[in-house]
DNA sequence: AAGACGGGGGG
DNA sequence: CCCCCAGTCTT
């Protein structure tokens, strides 16, 4: 155990004034104090990974097309993936959406109000098990997602390596201690706030609004930077592609990404590995039998993942037919804005796309 | 235990 | 341009 009796005592003193504040701070959500599970669910995981403020309009949205988790359980994929489209990590959506069709066959349609049950469904863990058993049920689950490390390793001075998952267990151990009676909800969702607004990584916190500045370790020694501890990033590969946009009157070329792996299952354009000149490129569109009536060189992009950069040669081509290629489809622009998520890393070539069908 | 899996914000 | 953020599943 990371924390000893002593730190965990002055822990105790946490609660109080971080729930005032909160009462005081908190930021209006759409999912927050409507009692509604399946709301809380929802946004939930798209909190995983994801800040406030970017999910509010998908969760909007999102709830307006699938109302109810028995909506969710019937909604088709590509539907899910459109209502998902920019957000990423796609397979949160997927597991969603297994683990509604899992609800609705097992519990009636309606999510279990027990820890161990949620945590057995597809893509809820041990954090959003907390989360939705806290905030929507009352229950004192602890939720311990970075925010709420960061806060805990800042107020206690711990400098142990927060990415190890024994050293996760201590912060739940810990944050499960600190539970007010009959306000587990609040305090959890007070913790991550906190993190959120107060006690901010990218080394600028800010301890003058803080309601446990004068509780805080790290604060009194002066060395809030130094938390919490992690060990360096590992490096990123290097990926160079080249992009086509292939248009052909009103119809574009799009092909199914595989359904496993990176943008599992979400469109894309035509593609190949490394940078291919002008020559290339159409020399390999022929192969294909598909024949160029004109080619236009795109600006490059880079899109970087978290362990992936790609590099990108784009190019704008029309063909004389929408000859059938392997593994894709002709498809209209309405078409495409309906029903077909692009990731996000093609959106520079969508919006040439949409550019050069207006102004040829 | 380590790697795969997106996208956004700030300096 | 660089940096940082960090839940869940798979292997």
């Given at each position: 155990m990371i924390f000893n009796r002593e730190t965990r005592d002055s822990a105790a003193a946490i609660p109080a004034p971080l729930l005032a504040w909160y009462d005081q701070n908190k930021r209006e959500m759409a999912w927050r104090d409507a009692h509604n599970s399946y709301y809380t669910w929802v946004s939930e995981i798209m909190l995983q990974q994801t800040r406030v403020e970017a999910v509010r309009?998908?969760?909007?949205?999102?709830?307006?097309?699938?109302?109810?988790?028995?909506?969710?359980a019937a909604c088709d994929e590509e539907t899910l993936l459109k209502l998902w489209e920019g957000l990423g990590y796609y397979n949160r959506a997927r597991n969603l959406q297994k683990a509604a069709k899992l609800v609705v066959e097992r519990h009636g349609g309606e999510l279990p109000r027990d820890y161990e049950q949620l945590l057995a469904l597809p893509g809820i863990?041990?954090?959003?098990?907390?989360?939705?058993?806290?905030?929507?049920?009352g229950i004192?689950?602890?939720?311990?997602d970075g925010n709420v490390m960061r806060v805990l390793s800042r107020v206690t001075a711990n400098c142990a390596d927060i990415t190890l998952p024994a050293v996760k267990r201590d912060y739940q151990a810990l944050a499960r201690e600190l539970i007010p009676a009959g306000r587990a909800g609040d305090f959890n969702q007070a913790l991550m706030e906190l993190?959120?607004?107060v006690c901010l990584p990218n080394g600028l916190p800010l301890c003058g609004g803080c309601p446990l500045a004068e509780l805080c370790a790290a604060h009194r020694a002066g060395c809030e930077l130094d938390y919490p501890v992690k060990p360096p990033k590992p490096e990123r590969r290097i990926e160079e592609k080249t992009v086509c946009v292939l248009v052909c009157g009103e119809l574009v070329y799009l092909q199914k990404r595989p359904e496993g792996g990176l943008l599992a299952g979400l469109w894309e354009f035509w593609n190949r590995p490394g940078h291919l000149s002008r020559d290339e490129l159409c020399r390999e569109l022929e192969r294909d039998g598909l024949a160029v009536r004109s080619m236009h060189t795109l600006k490059k992009a880079k899109h970087i993942f978290t362990h992936i950069e790609w590099r990108m040669q784009g190019y704008l081509?029309?063909?004389?037919?929408?000859?059938?290629?392997p593994g894709g489809e002709w498809i209209s622009l309405p078409q495409l804005r309906e029903g077909h998520a692009?990731?996000?890393?093609?959106?520079?070539?969508?919006?040439?796309l949409e550019r050069w069908v207006q102004s040829p």
């Open positions: 309009a998908y969760f909007d949205r999102f709830i307006a097309a699938l109302p109810t988790l028995r909506d969710l863990g041990e954090y959003t098990a907390g989360a939705i058993a806290s905030i929507a049920y004192p689950a602890p939720c311990v993190g959120a607004l081509a029309y063909a004389e037919q929408p000859i059938p290629l692009l990731p996000g890393a093609l959106r520079a070539y969508s919006a040439d």
